[in-house]
T-cell receptor
Framework: SAVISQKPSRDICQRGTSLTIQCQVD?????MFWYRQQPGQSLTLIAT?????????ESGFVIDKFPISRPNLTFSTLTVSNMSPEDSSIYLC????????????FGPGTRLTVL | AQKVTQAQTEISVVEKEDVTLDCVYE???????LFWYKQPPSGELVFLIR??????QNEISGRYSWNFQKSTSSFNFTITASQVVDSAVYFC?????????????????FGQGTRLTINP
């Protein structure tokens, strides 16, 4: 399985500020995904990040609010911009292995609290 | 539309009991993948199993077993002789092949999760 790390593991932020979350994978992967898990809820896909191209956002999520970078095959960042308390969630990075065999693994998550 | 329903919000059993977590899915795709993930209190998602829609064989892995029935669009998960360490939120997820073909990426649609508590 791929080893995925995320930074920071948790943070408490003030309303109106922005936070950038990093996701690092120990092997090259084709697709990286960013999910949000609001308190007590299921996971919702924010966007799909393919290396060398713009991220593809799901309905309800926009690039201005959640800009994503994917500079290489092992790294991605998600920024939560102009935060409000409603953005308090766990943000999880997920990867699909290069083999494309549909194995998808998740990082440990970043627990964000917005005051 | 793709949808996963886990009707059981919370289940609580005593240690050593068997417990089954239900998962019902909806998809128009004829080819898809089904997953189960475990989310312990620490928060990380642990991959448990992936099942191809063409493979209806039930699977057993230790105390875990999965019953895939295409006729009823269900993919249920049973824990035998439950243990306190099994306490977690369990998610069932669906990934339609069409999403991978059209967008080049597998996309997971998650159910709402079932919170399982195993009491000593």
């Amino acid at each position: 399985s791929a080893v995925i790390s995320q930074k920071p593991s948790r943070d408490i932020c003030q309303r109106g500020t922005s936070l950038t979350i990093q996701c690092q994978v120990d092997s090259q992967v084709t697709m990286m995904f960013w999910y949000r898990q609001q308190p007590g809820q299921s996971l919702t896909l924010i966007a799909t990040a393919n290396q060398g191209s713009e991220a593809t956002y799901e309905s309800g999520f926009v690039i201005d609010k959640f800009p994503i970078s994917r500079p290489n095959l092992t790294f991605s960042t998600l920024t939560v911009s102009n935060m409000s308390p409603e953005d308090s969630s766990i943000y999880l990075c997920s990867v699909e292995r290069l083999a494309g065999d549909n194995e998808q693994f998740f990082g440990p998550g970043t627990r964000l609290t917005v005051l | 539309a793709q949808k996963v329903t886990q009707a059981q919000t919370e289940i609580s059993v005593v240690e050593k009991e068997d417990v089954t977590l239900d998962c019902v899915y909806e998809t128009r795709d004829t080819t898809y993948y089904l997953f189960w993930y475990k989310q312990p209190p620490s928060g990380e998602l642990v991959f448990l199993i992936r099942r191809n829609s063409f493979d209806e064989q039930n699977e057993i892995s230790g105390r875990y077993s999965w019953n895939f029935q295409k006729s009823t669009s269900s993919f249920n998960f049973t824990i035998t002789a439950s243990q306190v360490v099994d306490s977690a939120v369990y998610f069932c997820a669906l990934s339609p092949l069409s999403a991978k073909i059209i967008q080049g990426a597998q996309k997971l649609v998650f159910g709402q999760g079932t919170r399982l508590t195993i009491n000593p």
